[in-house]
């Protein structure tokens, strides 16, 4: 089936290739934390809680790239798992701000054994050192190059 014109064709476009691969990573995540009841979005925001104290809806949507309103029903499915919860905003009272519970770090600590696990199912043709020059590569197409 790789064989036939119309599949070539595609496979030396890099940007359908990236698409597939994220169409498949997305796939794999979803499936292994389908068993926590979450989704990928759920994971990226709890891992994006984890790294701050308390955080205002509007940031979330801006770091993560979300929409807003999606932002809202994301943490709205969170809290009700009790796995995070909306808190008064202690420098502005009228603001609330979105903290990461002990049983959100605990599941995100279980979750990040399922990420390593898909991670290796999807880069498994790749020796280390592929995957580290992967990793550079992807971080410089995303933007996301520190150097």
Do not use: K
Not at 52 to 79: F, K, M, N, W
Request: overall charge neutral; cysteine-free.
């Amino acid at each position: 089936m790789t064989d036939e014109p119309w599949m070539r064709g595609l496979h030396t476009d890099t940007g359908y290739l990236l698409h597939r691969i994220g169409l498949r990573a997305g796939s794999l995540f979803n499936s292994a934390l389908e068993q926590h009841g979450l989704r990928l979005r759920h994971y990226a925001l709890l891992r994006y809680l984890a790294t701050a104290e308390g955080v205002r809806q509007r940031e979330i949507s801006d770091r993560l790239g979300y929409d807003p309103s999606a932002v809202v029903g994301l943490v709205d499915d969170l809290q009700r798992l009790g796995l995070a919860e909306r808190r008064p905003d202690p420098g502005d009272r009228r603001n609330r701000i979105v903290v990461l519970t002990r049983a959100g770090r605990d599941l995100l600590r279980d979750s990040d054994h399922d990420a390593a696990r898909v991670t290796e199912q999807l880069l498994e043709p790749l020796g280390e050192e592929e995957r580290r020059q992967l990793q550079r590569l992807l971080l410089r197409v995303a933007g996301l190059d520190p150097a």
